[in-house]
């Protein structure tokens, strides 16, 4: 049974602050209970009483659900609870049982369980004219006061009176009681005592154990304060006040990228995306790449530890005067693990290079895999999407995130991985060779660095996004004006597009120049930890040789192994940047991976099966965005072999049925069928292969004439392109060219006059040889004879086809099967041209007007023509 001896160790008085070289153990644990409750309570209520007065409640949905307030919360559970952790111990072992010790235990988890209370209030209510982020005063001076007094013990360290030495000071004291030299006078609790009280005063481990415990806790705590995570992320005032912003119905192609949030958010999902390109399914031999590169990372870490051993070993074996044999085979063993280890990171030993060598096979099939699926979903996008986006910043996004995807696994499985692994058995391996402290310096360097690396970090991060966002703009700027560099010059606008696209760079560079500058801040405080944590280690491991209690190639030891840690360590940093940086450079590819199909292929849909060619539309509604009705209950059918002809004023549907046809978009309502099946529950690669389209604006690539019309069927021999080019009546044209086939066309096609490219794109058509053609516009943007021209090569590619001819003059519909006028969406009239004429609707109104026009224009270019046989001058 544990028994009560008075309030301090010995009858000593509380009064007594420095004792024998350090804090006395009931001062100290009287004093910082009392100086955290004092400030709890005192400033908590003054805080606890303005909340009620001058506060507001937080709607529940700004306030955030992370892990980490709720880590908060039970680290402070933790704190409260651990003194009675210890009461209950030394009330177990029947050991010695003080009051300051109880004092002590009942003050801390008052003043923990009223910051618990704090936190809580905080979380729940605001003050209603605070724009500031984060916890308040008292709570952050309460955790930063209670992480230095328990940075206030170390002071003590060569007290007995402590558990600094983790012995058993009992027989420390009476040791030294007992003549050994320099001994200090035992202190007044090591006196003999009753035989039911002749026991420890208390474990050394055990109390060491929990001094570990809170400064784990209250270093954890006051990190996370800074942090805040179970408050808004920005003022909650100014959640509050912010205006909603008219948005289009249409979300931008890349989400902004000044957004706050850390590049850490949905790690897993992200890791996960990357991890199914690590392992190269159905390589084995990749396979057998991956995990043997994993065994020479393994075998590295072994190496690190050895290499500093064996070079201990030769300083031992040179100052004891060993045999040379022994000494030979020990530098020979050293230098062989040198030559494996490399550098002091192994950034060229043999076994790193090895690594390196064969892990290439391996990021090579990552990039590719990436690239080629990147590359088959913007495919896969919505034609709403492509139009919508921005070439130079799409492509931008996708280079800097492919590239970023190789260097990110490099990091993370082997520098990330290795450098933590090396900590932890430095940690290790020091505390169970050395001495605890060694262990407990490098476990407070290493994690001060870890924390002072990633919060500087994820601070620069906003600067390194808001510079990729310059640098979208500018290359966007840049590709833009090249791509239209023809309305440039129409507008003698050089000056003012280079003006833009210095302005583009200067904004860039600003944001260049702030994330060097933050970068040079994060390598300074690194430096400086790094520095003092060496100063720390190196201090003590030469007082421990000085005082004989270790050997010469011990400190050897401890300088190489150190040094080997923090040559690693230092590149913690860099590696932490790199892969913050691919991340952050990732979001906007990670974006476009998640833009999702507008137009889907429906579960076990099954290939088009084409008979006929009968195309039908039943009461078709369809709407780009909400609110506003393109096509309005339209309905017709188009018989197989027959011509249907589109009229009607811009804006009232006509293209939009042809892409609705092509299945570009799905109806809001009714249905499209094509020999009687739903278009909408077969494949669209089916689909499409039954379907021409000449388009009104043809773009071809910049390649060969060849090529081009071979896009038709890309399997098609010279002979058949040639064949399809003498039915679009272009071969003799082609050939006239100097390279005739070979000849390039230039960027989209700009080479090529316009006649030049729709003769192209019909030939293109019939090479596809589709059952079902579209025609859009094909000849509008032509002269009057070319359109001649071009009309008989339709005529040709038309015959004993189904097709959909949308018409701008009405003078090339003529001899349609069937005519829809469309008007504001709707069909206004139908019928043949001769029994639309005989209406005297839209249709004749339409027909009149274009031909007035036509006459106009004919009796104006004879007034210009001179009679023949007449003179110049009066």
Not at 666 to 692: F, N, Y
Request: charged share 20%; aromatic share 12%.
């Amino acid at each position: 049974m544990a028994l009560l001896w008075g309030y301090c160790e010995g009858n000593g008085s509380v009064a007594q602050a420095w004792v024998q070289g350090g804090f006395q153990p009931c001062f100290f644990f009287t004093l910082v209970p009392a100086v955290l409750l004092s400030v709890c309570l005192l400033l908590g209520a003054l805080q606890y009483a303005c909340y009620l007065r001058f506060g507001r409640a937080m709607e529940p949905k700004y306030i955030p659900r992370s892990p980490l307030y709720r880590a908060q919360v039970l680290l402070s559970l933790l704190l409260a609870l651990q003194p009675f952790g210890g009461l209950l111990w030394q009330v177990a072992g029947g050991r010695r049982l003080y009051g300051y010790m109880v004092l002590h235990a009942c003050l801390w988890a008052l003043s923990w369980g009223c910051a618990v209370a704090l936190l809580q209030l905080e979380r729940r209510r605001v003050l209603a004219h605070d724009r500031t982020r984060g916890h308040g005063t008292v709570l952050l001076l309460f955790w930063a006061l209670a992480f230095a007094a328990e940075n206030l013990a170390l002071v003590c360290w060569r007290s007995p009176l402590w558990w600094w030495a983790l012995g058993d000071t009992n027989q420390k004291v009476r040791g030294q009681g007992r003549g050994s030299v320099g001994a200090r006078p035992p202190p007044p609790w090591a006196k003999p005592l009753p035989s039911r009280a002749r026991l420890e005063p208390f474990s050394p481990q055990v109390q060491f154990g929990f001094w570990l415990l809170r400064y784990g806790c209250t270093f954890l705590l006051f990190v996370l304060g800074m942090k805040a995570p179970g408050l808004p992320h920005k003022p909650y005032m100014l959640l509050v006040n912010e205006e909603e912003r008219d948005v289009e119905n249409s979300q931008p192609l890349l989400q902004d990228a000044g957004r706050s949030g850390s590049t850490w958010k949905d790690f897993r999902r992200k890791l996960r995306l990357l991890a199914q390109y690590m392992w190269p399914k159905g390589n084995r031999l990749l396979q057998g790449l991956v995990l043997f590169c994993m065994a020479l990372m393994g075998l590295e870490r072994a190496i690190n530890v050895f290499v500093p051993i064996y070079y201990k070993n030769i300083v031992n074996e040179l100052t004891e005067g060993a045999p040379w044999h022994t000494l030979a085979w020990t530098v020979c063993i050293y230098v062989g693990l040198k030559f494996l280890q490399g550098g002091g990171a192994g950034s060229t030993g043999f076994v790193s290079n090895l690594r390196t060598f064969l892990w290439v096979w391996v990021q090579q099939f990552t990039n590719r895999q990436v690239q080629v699926q990147l590359f088959a979903h913007l495919h896969g996008l919505s034609l709403r999407w492509h139009l919508g986006r921005r070439t130079g910043e799409v492509l931008r996004s996708v280079d800097r995130g492919t590239s970023s995807i190789n260097s990110l696994l490099s990091y993370i499985v082997f520098s990330i991985v290795p450098t933590v692994a090396d900590i932890v058995i430095g940690i290790v391996y020091f505390t169970s060779v050395f001495s605890a402290w060694f262990g407990l310096i490098i476990f407070v360097c290493m994690s001060l660095y870890l924390t002072l690396t990633i919060f500087i970090t994820e601070w620069r991060t906003k600067y390194r996004r808001d510079m990729n966002t310059r640098d979208n703009e500018a290359k966007s700027r840049a590709v833009d004006s090249l791509l239209n560099f023809e309305t440039v010059k129409y507008y003698n606008a050089e000056s003012y597009e280079v003006n833009r696209f210095n302005e583009a760079i200067v904004k860039y560079q600003l944001s260049e120049w702030k994330v060097s500058a933050s970068l040079g801040l994060l390598n300074q405080t690194q430096n400086l930890v790094i520095g003092m944590g060496l100063l720390a280690g190196s201090l003590l491991c030469a007082y421990f040789v000085t005082e004989n209690k270790l050997q010469v190639g011990d400190f050897v030891l401890f300088g190489t192994y150190i040094i080997q840690l923090y040559t690693p360590l230092n590149w913690f940093g860099t590696y932490y940047r790199m892969i913050q940086n691919s991340f952050v450079d990732m979001e906007n590819m990670f974006e476009l991976f998640h833009e999702e199909q507008e137009v889907k292929d429906a579960v076990n849909a099954g290939d088009l099966r084409l008979e006929a060619g009968r195309i039908e539309f039943e009461n078709v509604h369809f709407s780009y965005v909400d609110g506003k009705e393109i096509l309005q209950d339209v309905s017709f059918s188009v018989m197989p072999g027959q011509t249907l002809a589109l009229v009607g004023p811009s804006g009232s549907g006509k293209s939009t049925i042809i892409r609705l046809l092509f299945r570009f978009y799905d109806v809001r309502g009714g249905c499209i069928r094509i020999d009687g099946q739903d278009i909408s529950q077969v494949k669209q690669a089916s689909l499409r292969t039954h379907i021409g389209v000449v388009p009104q604006d043809t773009v071809l690539f910049n390649d060969t004439i060849a090529n081009n019309i071979r896009y038709g069927r890309v399997l098609a021999t010279d002979e058949e392109v040639q064949e399809a080019a003498r039915a679009a009546d272009i071969h003799d044209r082609i050939l006239s060219f100097p390279d005739g086939y070979s000849t390039q066309v230039g960027e989209r096609g700009l080479k090529l006059s316009g006649g030049e490219k729709q003769r192209v794109a019909i030939a293109r058509t019939i090479l596809k040889g589709p059952r079902i053609i579209l025609l859009d516009e094909a000849t509008s943007a032509l002269d009057t004879e070319t359109e001649r021209n071009i009309q008989a090569s339709l005529a040709k590619v038309c015959a004993h086809r189904t097709s959909i001819v949308v018409a701008h003059r009405l003078s090339t519909v003529v001899g349609a099967d069937q005519i829809l006028v469309l008007k504001d969406g709707r069909i206004a009239e139908r019928g043949r041209h001769e029994e639309l004429l005989q209406k005297g609707g839209v249709y004749a109104s339409m027909w009149l007007q274009q031909q007035q026009a036509g006459d106009e224009g004919e009796s104006k270019e004879r007034r210009t023509e001179k009679p023949p046989g007449s003179k110049k001058g009066p």
